[in-house]
T-cell receptor, first 114, second 111 residues
């Protein structure tokens, strides 16, 4: 079975400081990894994905994530956080054999303070 | 851009009622999903469908059923709503290498 862990329920960061949201996963086979963001009372919006290739992937709104196969991690990063980045972030994983079925982590709430 | 539309943003239903949540996507995706979102539990998969009239149970199918008569439409049915089904329900459609595209969510309250 596939699973995703987001070890931090909440991350607090000052505006302008680097932001990191952690994600580790467990799958059988090659993972397809995704990050989504959810603003209050909204659906999930796609941020970025890792399918294959370069381990560092860049996405929307200045976010990036690094795939680390040996540590089974896919941490989300942003060099300089904005107050508007305050939201709920979800990491998700699937494998080809799972037929597109995405498994999500529990979510990490990010609070960026001015 | 892919558009996934859920028929209602907010619903209030009574215990024991039969509830239908509708979802429509406009990108001809074969795969569609229903998740429920609860604080601290993330998103949990209820059912998914990989083709018309094809469905598979997800992680928490009890108390729910689904219908997919047309490719673009995937309905979630609560046969007899209960208070523990009060939640945010999210529909998604997907292509494997593009990930999932979500609707805006339906916040269901069962009283």
């Amino acid at each position: 079975a596939q699973s995703v862990a987001q070890p931090e329920d909440q991350v607090n960061v000052a505006e302008g400081n680097p932001l990191t949201v952690k994600c580790t996963y467990s799958v059988s086979g090659n993972p397809y990894l995704f990050w989504y963001v959810q603003y209050p009372n909204r659906g999930l919006q796609f941020l970025l994905k890792y399918i294959t290739g370069d381990n560092l992937v860049k996405g929307s709104y200045g976010f990036e994530a690094e795939f680390n196969k040996s540590q089974t991690s896919f941490h989300l990063k942003k060099p300089s956080a904005l107050v508007s980045d305050s939201a709920l972030y979800f990491c998700a994983v699937t494998v080809k054999a799972a037929g597109n079925k995405l498994t999500f982590g529990g979510g990490t709430r990010v609070l960026v303070k001015p | 851009d892919v558009k996934v539309t859920q028929s209602s943003r907010y619903l209030v239903k009574r215990t024991g009622e039969k509830v239908f949540l509708e979802c429509v996507q406009d990108m001809d995706h074969e795969n569609m999903f229903w998740y429920r979102q609860d604080p601290g539990l993330g998103l949990r998969l209820i059912y998914f469908s990989y083709d018309v009239k094809m469905k598979e149970k997800g992680d928490i199918p009890e108390g729910y059923s689904v219908s997919r008569e047309k490719k673009e439409r995937f309905s979630l049915i609560l046969e007899s709503a209960s208070t523990n089904q009060t939640s945010m329900y999210l529909c998604a459609s997907s292509l494997l290498q593009r990930g999932a595209f979500f609707g805006q969510g339906t916040r269901l309250t069962v009283v």
